[in-house]
Structures are given as structure tokens and as C-alpha cells.
């Protein structure tokens, strides 16, 4: 009941912000959905690195992703682009390596602390700037990944838990199954039909290649996220949203998903915008 209850709350206010709200006015509601997504994260890797600065996170992801909207959004010259993503590289390995030198970070702790922020940094600023890309290029691609996430996470976990007999990954989620995991791929393929003949009036091998392709990728964040609780011994990301947990939790296949379908749709031939 908290579950059915959380999401007939969460999914008006989720349609409004994708229909209502434009540009950087969506980015930033995003952001801050992401900001306490990279909170509960900090807070699940931070006994494996408890003395090391792993809030710089909060600041990390959102500066990476605006730089990369910005960067994507725009027509650029391809010196400008290659300039741009040599310098994220390089605060992503010399910036943090400083930062943690000058931290005082313990040696013990080095290597989680670096592989925490370079991989949260990614984990969050990537999604975050996909997301915003996606709602520019057209708001109803928001509520074909939705559909594509959600529904196929619906009915993975039905038909998992009604005829579910070969587990997927039983160390990491012990209740995913390879057949809810196939239901849930059938059912994204079939909402993605829906989508295509209902807004662009036909069907397209590229565009379903890319739900195809994000559908998986959204089975396979899930499960990172997972192995992510599970490595410290966490079951839930946080209880902020009654019957679903942490807003990570809720997320987690979204992290995934996203940049999957935007470069899908880029292969496809939908352009960013801008271009």
C-alpha cells in the first residue's frame, strides 16, 4: 500500500516537472533528485572509507554534468570539444589524486576514497546531464524511458515473484529472476512500440535497438546498485520514500538507462539539440 501510495504522488509530480518545466529550470530539479541520490551513496560506500572527503561528491556531479549539458547542448568545434573533455580527465585523475594528498586521506583508505568519487562522479553527472539532453531534444522521450524503466520494472517484479525459477545474480539480489528479467525486457520492447506508433506514427529499427539496449542497461544498474549495498552490507539506500526506500533505490536503473537511450537515439539519427 506505501508503495502504490508513494507513486501515485511521485509520478504527477515527475510528469509535471518533465511537461512544465524547461531548460536549466529542469536541470535543475534534477539535480537536486541526484544531490540526494549522491547523499545515500556517500553514505553506503563511507565505511569502507570512513576519514576520506567523500562529500566533495555533492559538488563533483553537478559542476561535471552542467559542464557536459552545456558542452553537448551547443554546437561546438571539435577543439573545443577535445580541450573540454581532456580537462575533465584530467581533474577526474590528477584533481582527485591532489585532493585526497592535501586531505590527508589515509593510506589504507586511498583506493576506495579515489574509486568512491571518480566512479560517483560518473555514476551521478552522467544521468543527471543525459536526462536534461533528452527533455530538450523532446519531453515525451522522458516518458518513453519512464515507460521503458518503470513498466519493465513492474513486471519483472511480478513475474519474478510468481514464476521466478532461475535466479539471476543470487548474491547480489537473491529475489531477481531470469524470467522476470526477460518479462521485464519483453514489456519495455512492447511500451516502446506503443510510444513509437502513437508519437511518431510508425515503427523504427533504430529507435527500438536503443530501447532495446536501455532496457538491459536498466537491469544491469539496478543490479550495479545492488552489488554497490550489498559490498557494505546495506540493504536499502534510505527510507526518505515509504515502500521503495532511498531515492537511490528508485534511481538506480535510471543511472544506467539514460545515457544508454540518449546515445542510442543518437545513432538512431536523433540529433541533439543544437546541432
Not at 14 to 20: N, P
Not at 48 to 77: E, H, N
Not at 247 to 265: K, N, S
Request: hydrophobic content about 55%.
Amino acid at each position: 500500500m506505501k508503495r502504490l501510495l508513494t507513486s501515485a504522488i511521485g509520478v504527477p509530480l515527475v510528469l509535471a516537472a518533465v511537461f512544465l518545466l524547461k531548460g536549466w529550470w529542469f536541470f535543475a530539479v534534477m539535480a537536486v533528485v541526484m544531490e540526494v541520490c549522491a547523499f545515500e551513496y556517500v553514505e553506503i560506500v563511507r565505511p569502507r572509507t570512513p576519514r576520506a572527503p567523500l562529500r566533495l561528491l555533492l559538488l563533483l556531479a553537478p559542476v561535471a554534468a552542467l559542464l557536459l549539458s552545456r558542452t553537448l547542448s551547443a554546437p561546438v568545434d571539435p577543439e573545443t570539444l577535445r580541450l573540454g573533455l581532456f580537462a575533465a580527465v584530467l581533474v577526474l585523475s590528477v584533481g582527485l589524486g591532489t585532493l585526497l594528498l592535501l586531505s590527508r586521506t589515509p593510506l589504507e583508505e586511498t583506493l576506495p576514497a579515489l574509486g568512491a568519487l571518480g566512479f560517483g562522479t560518473l555514476y551521478f553527472a552522467l544521468p543527471l546531464s543525459s536526462i536534461h539532453l533528452l527533455q530538450e531534444i523532446d519531453p515525451w522521450l522522458i516518458l518513453l524511458l519512464l515507460a521503458i524503466v518503470w513498466l519493465g520494472d513492474t513486471a519483472a517484479y511480478y513475474v519474478g515473484s510468481r514464476i521466478g525459477r532461475h535466479k539471476m545474480a543470487p548474491v547480489i539480489s537473491p529475489k531477481k529472476s531470469w524470467e522476470g528479467a526477460a518479462a521485464g525486457f519483453l514489456t519495455a520492447i512492447v511500451a516502446t512500440l506503443i510510444w513509437d506508433v502513437w508519437r511518431r506514427g510508425g515503427l523504427e529499427p533504430g529507435l527500438l535497438a536503443a530501447a532495446a539496449a536501455t532496457a538491459v542497461a536498466a537491469q544491469i544498474g539496478d543490479l550495479v546498485e545492488s552489488m554497490i549495498k550489498r559490498g557494505s552490507g546495506v540493504k536499502d539506500s534510505g527510507n526518505i520514500l515509504p515502500g521503495h526506500g532511498g531515492f537511490l533505490d528508485r534511481m538506480d536503473a535510471m543511472l544506467f538507462a539514460a545515457p544508454v537511450l540518449l546515445l542510442g537515439l543518437w545513432l538512431a539519427g536523433v540529433s541533439a539539440p543544437g546541432h
